[in-house]
């Protein structure tokens, strides 16, 4: 040890210009961890370094970053803090919280299975931190009792977030892969898949292995056990340990059901059982001292004086803890190390041709980290499958886009081509097409203000379409839109629903087209060209009662249905004057024979005579008694006009 130590070059050395490592205390297959002094805090830390021959690849570099981040991300007091993460030259390495005391690991060594107060103090504070990871939706991936540190102030906390190898070589050793395999969840082993149940199932494993004293499944090698875990039920720990409430028996269960649909969904609800039980068994989880000095005075030996306080209910079938300090622990526990070095290095010699294939794949190969695949341009499903084939979680997120079909996946968060552990959840955003914008009503308002609203609404403006109408000069008449995706284009002047990048044509009123009645051609011509108008040297001639001959009556309806704009052709009517008509040929007929073919003609008559009878009474004769001696006007007339028969008696 002292060697070691000794040998090591980064002991006394300062890192990043602040911390100045102390000595090393423990040494993993991707990084070791130091206890080094925060010179600008004056505070210990754990200062965990990845190894140098790691330092290169970006694999481990993103998982060495992925465990700060991961960390960081949770605000728990039994979740092991990460202060920081940095680069010193070759040195990629993570500040941590400094926790002097031993794992749960170590606990189980010395005191093999564990009372009920000191179980149920050690899930509940585990629970607690796993709960808030879970909340994160961050999953561990490795919950085992090394990963589970118990200070010597009384603290519980899990650690080891994202990248959770504890060994003590650069291979994992046959031990330490069994140890790992020990809390592999079914799905793990069939599927490679994990989330927060996975988490749940090796919580049920610790659990159960804190109230027995082993684990449920044992084998010489790491397949073995993992095909138990596939094919196998845990056994109640009561049939182990008679002491263990039914309570417990059932949780154990619960947490270890092969189908991760019959588990708890998370820490969250199994930490709700818990307290449950804890009720109905009377049984409080034991509160950490604030400062080490007080545990010393602690009245109960529980978790080997590093969980103090007096705790409710003792097991009274379990051994009884012992009393010495964590100091005289430790000096005894590297003395048993000592005798049984030779033993344990047989074991592990036999073990590691097999284990170390294995070990390295769900360690640090192939097994362990896995690139995002590229789904851009799928569909969800499709895009979920292929993740899910991966070992990855996906969650779906929708996102407006301009540029990338409805339904169609525009990117992964994290992004294609990282490599991440499986379980992680990816974020596969997914386009839910152009965003979309309501627009107010644009009839009657002006263009300026109308090309502010679309232009805020990201829509593509063409020029402006012109019309005469009887709004002002510059007011809109109205907006069509036509879809980006298609279909057919649609007015918005009561206002409507448009999609960015949609296109916008304003049709915008220049004001009535003029009256031009009354007026000669040449004055009509040159007010409406004025306005824009082409005029047809053509005009159209038409007779007209009102007004006078030469002169404008209007013009002619447009050639196509709708408004007239510039650059029309319009065609001016003109007055012929009133049309005139032949006087029919009347002298000599009878009186009734004449006004017949007056009326027919469209004309009015009346009579007048050289004779005694008055004029009225002409009606009163005979008609074979009368005759037409002569009529006038007899030149052509308007309609209507009144003809004067100059009667006569016939014979």
Not at 412 to 439: F, M
Not at 513 to 532: E, Y
Not at 607 to 617: E, H, L, Q
Request: hydrophobic letters at 40%; glycine letters at 8%; aromatic letters at 6%.
């Amino acid at each position: 040890m002292t060697t070691n130590q000794q040998a090591d070059p980064l002991i006394g050395r300062l890192v990043d210009g602040r911390y100045r490592v102390r000595a090393r205390i423990a040494r993993g297959g991707m990084a070791t961890v130091y206890v080094a002094t925060d010179l600008r805090l004056e505070r210990r830390i754990a200062l965990k370094v990845m190894h140098a021959h790691l330092s290169d690849d970006s694999a481990f570099q993103s998982r060495f970053i992925q465990e700060a981040r991961s960390a960081a991300r949770l605000a728990d007091p039994h979740v092991v803090n990460v202060f920081d993460q940095g680069q010193d030259g070759e040195l990629a390495y993570l500040v941590m919280e400094y926790l002097p005391g031993i794992t749960l690991r170590e606990l189980l060594r010395e005191q093999k299975r564990l009372t009920i107060s000191q179980t149920i103090t050690i899930m509940d504070a585990v629970l607690s931190g796993l709960s808030a990871a879970h909340r994160a939706g961050i999953v561990h991936r490795d919950v085992k009792p090394e990963n589970v540190l118990l200070a010597e102030d009384g603290r519980i906390k899990i650690g080891d977030f994202g990248l959770a190898r504890a060994t003590t070589a650069n291979t994992a050793t046959g031990q330490q892969l069994l140890g790992t395999i020990a809390y592999l969840a079914p799905e793990l082993v069939t599927r490679g898949t994990a989330d927060a149940r996975s988490d749940i199932y090796a919580l049920g494993i610790m659990l159960y292995e804190m109230l027995v004293g082993e684990q449920p499944y044992k084998g010489e090698q790491p397949m073995q056990i993992a095909f138990q875990h596939a094919t196998e039920s845990v056994p109640r720990p009561s049939a182990r340990n008679p002491g263990v409430p039914e309570q417990l028996d059932e949780l154990v269960l619960w947490a270890t059901e092969k189908s991760p649909d019959d588990r708890p969904d998370d820490a969250g609800q199994m930490l709700e059982r818990l307290r449950e039980i804890e009720r109905s068994l009377g049984i409080a989880p034991a509160v950490a001292s604030a400062t080490a000095p007080q545990r010393a005075h602690a009245d109960s030996g529980d978790l080997t004086k590093v969980m103090p306080g007096t705790l409710p209910i003792a097991d009274p079938t379990a051994p009884v803890p012992q009393t010495v300090d964590n100091a005289t622990l430790l000096r005894r526990r590297s003395s048993k190390r000592r005798a049984r070095g030779a033993f344990l290095l047989t074991l592990v010699l036999l073990l590691a041709a097999v284990a170390g294939g294995v070990g390295w794949w769900f360690g640090s190969g192939p097994g362990s980290l896995v690139a995002v695949p590229g789904v851009a341009g799928m569909s969800y499903q499709d895009a979920a499958d292929t993740l899910t084939s991966e070992g990855f979680v996906p969650v779906q997120k929708d996102e407006f886009s301009v540029d990338i079909p409805a339904g169609e996946v525009i990117k992964t968060d994290p992004g294609e081509g990282q490599r991440l552990d499986r379980g992680v959840t990816v974020t596969v955003i997914v386009s839910t097409g152009p965003a979309p914008h309501d627009l107010a009503p644009v009839a009657g308002v002006d263009v300026e203000t109308v090309r502010g609203q679309l232009d805020a609404a990201n829509l593509d403006i063409t020029d402006d379409e012109k019309y005469f109408d009887d709004l002002d000069d510059g007011m809109v008449l109205n907006v069509r839109i036509t879809p980006r995706g298609g279909g057919d284009a649609f007015g918005c002047d009561q206002g409507c629903t448009v999609h960015e990048k949609d296109t916008a044509t304003i049709q915008v009123s220049v004001g009535p087209v003029p009256d031009v009645s009354g007026m000669n051609v040449n004055q009509a011509t040159k007010t409406l060209t004025d306005k824009g108008l082409v005029v047809n040297p053509e005009s159209q001639t038409v007779f007209s009662e009102d007004v006078a001959k030469d002169k404008v009556i209007g013009y002619a309806d447009r050639a196509e249905a709708g408004s007239w704009r510039p650059g029309d052709t319009i065609q001016l009517i003109v007055s012929k004057g009133p049309e005139l008509f032949d006087v029919p040929d009347v002298k000599g007929m009878t009186r009734d024979k004449a006004k017949e073919a007056l009326t027919n003609a469209g004309f009015k008559w009346s009579y007048t005579s050289d004779t005694m009878i008055p004029d009225g009474a002409w009606d009163l004769l005979d008609n074979k008694n009368t005759k037409v001696v002569s009529y006038s006007p007899t030149e052509p007339q308007r309609k209507s006009t009144t003809i004067v028969l100059q009667m006569g008696l016939s014979g």
